[in-house]
């Protein structure tokens, strides 16, 4: 493993009792950093914050309702002097049909957690950021969000909206010692492949001139550099880990 130096950092990662946000968080503390778990799942995120141990703390949370959010940020500076990194892994993809069959209600929910409870994360934690002079958010999109995959018009849709935030706020941030980034993988096999129809993941394998899906260690390499000093001309930009697949 390459090392990666986030000695002495704190960030928070939504989403990290389990897939990518795991990963994420796994790798971060391995760069010798410490990590507050956000989870909706309070028994999940207390089970891997035990697995991962040094100090790691977790949060119970729901991205999608701003007040929760706000608290969780409170929880985690009453244990923490600071906030020096957001990661915002937090996402579902809802169900895999067409358009005109999509569930109302389904599309709401996605819209909920992937774009609005970015924004609540992105909403409290940058001026902390701004007034510490320092820090990195990391967004986690996907390349659905540039291609459009069918049969996931809310789960695309969603993340080209995070690609879009992060451009926004990265040019908002620009002039202050914050960084703001996203990450655009192909397909990774994790826990949200059993959210998605067997036809939907072959269909995204099919995809990918490399033939394999990626893994969350690749994905959190990456995340863990954009959350380091070493990245620190790169705003509002998007890293694509997408086996090929990605065009523009």
Known sequence: ?????????????????????????????????????????EAAAQRAARALGGGTR?????????????????????NAPRIDALVNSAGITGPNTKVWDYPVDAWREVMEVNVNGLFHCCRELAPLMRSQGWGRIVNIASVAG???????????????????LTKSLGKELADTGVRVNCVTPAAVKTAIFDQMSAEHIQFMLSKIPMGRFGTPEEVAAMVAWLCTEDCSFSTGAVFDLSGGRATY
């Open 1 to 41: 493993m390459n090392q990666l130096d986030f000695k002495d950092r704190h960030a928070v990662v939504t989403g990290a009792a389990t897939g990518l946000g795991y990963a994420i968080a796994q790798r971060l503390i391995a760069s010798g950093g410490s990590v507050t778990l956000w989870d909706r799942d």
């Open 58 to 78: 977790a949060v119970v949370v729901d991205v999608a309702q701003h007040g929760s959010v706000q608290a969780a940020v409170r929880a985690t500076l009453d």
């Open 146 to 164: 540039k291609d459009g995959n069918p049969n996931a018009s809310a789960y695309s849709a969603s993340k080209a909206a995070v690609i879009a």
